[in-house]
Nanobody, 124 residues
Framework: QVQLVESGGGLVQAGGSLRLSCAASARTFSSWTLGWFRQPTGKEREFAAAISYGGASTYYADSVKGRFTISRDNAKKTVYLQMNSLKPEDTAVYYC?????????????????WGQGTQVTVSS
């Protein structure tokens, strides 16, 4: 069982930055691939970024590549999403998720555990 709790969301102006954190309670945290997804109001949940269980590999959606950085600290059982150059279209509820896959996966059904989400709002 893995429990995930996101934090760090809020209101920011376009061009600003936010850092999301996701703390996990799992003895085997280091064995999970972790991902960040987002869901704008009225739209489907979409993939943003993923990081391999060891942290050596990362994968980004084209919409965030070059602006967002995913990282993890296995000792702290925490995954982060640094978001720079934010745009109004980045406004969404952001979720972290854990997958048992050994590959970098981007489809929601490949993730077994989800956090409750944190709201990010970017004003123009």
């Amino acid at each position: 069982q893995v429990q995930l709790v996101e934090s760090g969301g809020g209101l920011v102006q376009a061009g600003g930055s936010l850092r999301l954190s996701c703390a996990a309670s799992a003895r085997t945290f280091s064995s999970w691939t972790l991902g960040w997804f987002r869901q704008p109001t009225g739209k489907e949940r979409e993939f943003a970024a993923a990081i391999s269980y060891g942290g050596a590999s990362t994968y980004y959606a084209d919409s965030v590549k070059g602006r967002f950085t995913i990282s993890r600290d296995n000792a702290k059982k925490t995954v982060y999403l640094q978001m720079n150059s934010l745009k109004p279209e980045d406004t969404a509820v952001y979720y972290c998720a854990a997958s048992p896959s050994r590959g970098l996966v981007r489809r929601p059904h490949e993730y077994n555990y989800w956090g409750q989400g944190t709201q990010v709002t970017v004003s123009s």
